[in-house]
């Protein structure tokens, strides 16, 4: 029912400044939406996570401070904002859609196909 599709942006005015974009073919306003990230040879980990509501978001100890998760019902689309990037942020992060809010990847039902962040030092 839903489809998630990621594209980024990169951000020419702020140095090692990424945002992510989830557009939901279908509507996604009644699911917590969440970005995962793999690493290659590693298991996939919660980056963070927002509620129905826009207002419980979690983040993942490593990127609190730099990282901004949102969303935009009206858009039917979740963002995330990378900022400081670390060659330890190269993975492949992937948009998630689910009924409840976990830091767990089987509580989400849609995925978007992922998407290849690569920081260099």
């Known amino acids: 029912q839903v489809q998630l599709v990621e594209s980024g942006v990169c951000s020419v005015l702020v140095l090692g400044s990424l945002r992510l974009f989830c557009a939901a073919s279908?509507?996604?306003?009644?699911?917590?939406m969440a970005w995962f990230r793999q690493a290659p040879g590693k298991e996939r980990d919660v980056v963070a996570s927002?509620?129905?509501?826009?207002?419980?978001?979690v983040y993942a100890d490593s990127d609190k401070g730099r990282f901004t998760i949102s969303r935009d019902n009206a858009k039917n689309t979740a963002y995330l904002q990378m900022n400081s990037l670390k060659p330890e942020d190269t993975a492949m992060y992937y948009c998630?859609?689910?009924?409840?809010?976990?830091?767990?990847?089987?509580?989400?039902?849609?995925w978007g196909q992922g998407t290849q962040v690569t920081v260099s030092s």
């Open positions: 998630a859609a689910g009924p409840w809010c976990s830091r767990s990847g089987q509580s989400y039902d849609y």
């Open positions: 279908g509507y996604t306003y009644d699911k917590c």
């Open positions: 927002i509620n129905t509501g826009g207002v419980g978001i």
